[in-house]
C-alpha cells in the first residue's frame, strides 16, 4: 500500500501563498485518485480538493475555489497543493488522502492518509 508524507506547511500571514507537497512511497501513485483535507481547531476534517488519476479531473471545495490548484506529477510519486490568498480562517492541519474509488472523494471513501502538516495564516 502507498504511503503518504506531507511537506511545506508553516507560518504565512494573511494573503499569503503556501505550496505543500505530498511525496509517496511503496506504490505509484498513479493507480490512485489523490486529495487533501483539513482540520481547524475544534473543527472536523473537510474536504479541500482531489485529483483523478491521469489529473485530467479536479475538484474543489467552494471555499477555495479561484484560490487553491490541485495537481499531481505521476513520475515524481508527489501530489501538490498551491494555497494562494489564504485566510486566518484556513489555519489547520493539512492531510494528503488517497483512494481508488468512483463516487465522490469524501472522509469515507479515503483508504490512505499521510499522518498532516500544520498551516498557521496569522491575521
Known amino acids: 500500500q502507498v504511503q503518504l508524507v506531507e511537506s511545506g506547511g508553516g507560518l504565512v500571514q494573511a494573503g499569503g501563498s503556501l505550496r505543500l507537497s505530498c511525496a509517496a512511497s511503496?506504490?505509484?501513485?498513479?493507480?490512485?485518485?489523490m486529495g487533501w483535507f483539513r482540520q481547524g481547531p475544534g473543527k472536523e476534517r473537510e474536504f479541500v480538493a482531489s485529483?483523478?488519476?491521469?489529473?485530467?479531473?479536479?475538484y474543489y471545495a467552494d471555499s477555495v475555489k479561484g484560490r487553491f490548484t490541485i495537481s499531481r506529477d505521476n513520475a515524481k510519486n508527489t501530489m501538490y497543493l498551491q494555497m494562494n490568498s489564504l485566510k486566518p480562517e484556513e489555519t489547520a492541519v493539512y492531510y494528503c488522502?488517497?483512494?481508488?474509488?468512483?463516487?465522490?472523494?469524501?472522509?469515507?471513501?479515503?483508504?490512505?492518509w499521510g499522518q498532516g502538516i500544520q498551516v498557521t495564516v496569522s491575521s
Open positions: 488522502a488517497a483512494d481508488q474509488r468512483i463516487a465522490t472523494m469524501t472522509l469515507g471513501t479515503v483508504e490512505v
Open positions: 511503496g506504490r505509484s501513485i498513479s493507480s490512485y485518485r
Open positions: 485529483i483523478w488519476k491521469s489529473g485530467s479531473v479536479r
